[in-house]
């Protein structure tokens, strides 16, 4: 049993950690719906050239109605103020660049941001942390591919993954669906794009099995996840 005092120094601790991680995944939010933003701005000025010039008079009017001095901030500089405000607090509260750094790739995996995520990989020294927590990623995924999907078109696909799941895997897999982690996905509306994106599978849980400790419990399911995923990769 711990004394009080140690109770309450784990305690804060335990406060500080879940402040860091609001703070990252509130960024990683922020810099989601500027890309999602983006993008639909490109889709439509690729769609009609004329909205172009429309939406560049309509971002001038609303910034000549901002009163002088008063500074306002768009999504991609809340990703930056919370970012680096996290970085500072954790500093400052002596934790390792690392508490940072893998939240801050777990989020932003979790978001669908793998080019921007897999940016930081190499910054990241406790990658047998990292690894660990990318086999949540990965299984939550894998097990939208296999099992989350309601669209018609995708269900023979779905259906040739399943092909490849062994039992014990297709358990904890259908553990870890939720409506969050399918939420990134509901775009996909054919065979081709869900082909396209479980891809991105391939090279993540490589990651996962080179890293994570061998002598970790969930090193079974790594290698069973792995195995199966690339025996789909091989189908397509």
């Given at each position: ?65 901002h ?14 103020l ?42 990241v ?61 509901r775009?996909?509306?054919n ?12 090279p ?33």
């Amino acid at each position: 049993m711990y004394p009080a005092s140690a109770e309450s120094d784990m305690g804060l601790d335990n406060r500080r950690r879940l402040f860091i991680t609001w703070l990252i995944d509130r960024s990683v939010q922020s810099y989601a719906e500027s890309y999602k933003a983006h993008a639909m701005r490109a889709d439509r000025r690729s769609q009609s050239p004329s909205s172009d010039s429309v939406e560049s008079q309509m971002s001038s009017g609303r910034a000549s109605h901002h009163s002088p001095g008063r500074h306002t901030y768009n999504t991609l500089d809340v990703y930056t103020l919370f970012t680096n405000a996290a970085t500072i607090l954790a500093r400052h509260w002596g934790f390792s660049r690392d508490t940072v750094l893998i939240q801050h790739v777990i989020a932003l995996f979790e978001a669908n941001l793998d080019d921007q995520a897999e940016l930081y990989l190499p910054q990241v020294e406790a990658t047998g942390n990292l690894a660990a927590r990318l086999l949540i990623v990965v299984g939550r995924r894998l097990a939208w591919y296999c099992f989350g999907s309601q669209n018609p078109e995708g269900v023979s696909y779905q259906l040739s993954l399943r092909a490849c799941i062994p039992f014990d895997l297709e358990s904890w897999l259908r553990g870890l669906q939720s409506d969050n982690s399918s939420a990134s996905f509901r775009s996909i509306t054919n065979n081709r794009d869900l082909a396209s994106e479980f891809d991105r599978l391939v090279p993540l849980i490589d990651y996962v099995v080179e890293h994570i400790p061998h002598q970790a419990s969930q090193m079974h399911i790594a290698e069973a996840m792995r195995d199966a995923i690339h025996a789909m990769h091989e189908m397509d």
